[in-house]
């Protein structure tokens, strides 16, 4: 079955600190995988994909098929990336998006 | 940002009433998806249509309904509410080209009472 498992429904750091939200895959293809971001009161929106290697806001994230993870990090975490991570896997040629349950963010002063 | 547009906001309605969420986008892309949001669950499929004759149940369809009137519209019904469908539902769409990124609505907050 594809399943996206995002193990942490809570993370909480200190500003400046890493960050690291894990997110783990079930697929047997080749997967796109993207991490979307929730702000309090906002929509969805994307924050990276793994397909473009990109850093955005200071986030990077490897696929790592070996252990079919996806792990999103951070060197140092800021107050204004507190927020809702998604991680979701759209599986090869389907078009469809499957969401792991969410990890809430914290970044405390 | 008001590529995709959803109507109402938020809604109260009460249990056994006919409810309808809208969704429209300006993108001009012609797959769009219903998902609803719950605390601990996440997102969830409901329904999909990657063009105006294609339609597709996702993975928790029962209870709701879809029409896609347009490629910019795709609509959501509830034929008889009920208290478990009370959670955050959100359109999203994306378009054809290798990207496959969504975006999404602001998302319709519904309450079933």
């Known amino acids: 079955a594809q399943r996206v498992t995002q193990p942490e429904k809570l993370l909480s750091v200190f500003k400046g600190a890493p960050v690291e939200l894990k997110c783990n895959y079930s697929?047997?293809?080749?997967?796109?995988l993207f991490w979307y971001v929730q702000y309090s009161r906002q929509r969805l929106q994307l924050l990276l994909r793994h397909i473009s290697r990109e850093s955005i806001k200071g986030f990077t994230a490897d696929l790592n098929k070996g252990e079919t993870s996806f792990h999103l990090k951070k060197p140092f975490a800021q107050e204004e990336d507190s927020a809702m991570y998604y991680c979701?896997?759209?599986?090869?040629?389907?078009?469809?998006?499957?969401f792991g349950t969410g990890t809430r963010l914290k970044v405390l002063a | 940002d008001a590529d995709v547009t959803q109507t109402p906001r938020n809604r109260i309605t009460k249990t056994g009433k006919r409810i309808m969420l809208e969704c429209s986008q300006t993108k001009g892309h012609d797959r769009m998806y219903w998902y609803r949001q719950d605390p601990g669950l996440g997102l969830r499929l409901i329904y999909y249509s990657f063009d105006v004759k294609d339609i597709n149940k996702g993975e928790i369809s029962d209870g709701y309904s879809v029409s896609r009137q347009a490629q910019a519209k795709f609509s959501l019904s509830l034929e008889s509410a009920i208290p478990n469908q009370t959670a955050l539902y959100f359109c999203a769409t994306s378009d054809t080209t290798g990207a496959e990124v969504a975006f999404f609505g602001q998302g319709t907050r519904l309450t079933v009472v």
């Open positions: 979701a896997l759209s599986p090869g040629g389907t078009y469809k998006y499957i």
């Open positions: 697929y047997s293809g080749s997967p796109e």
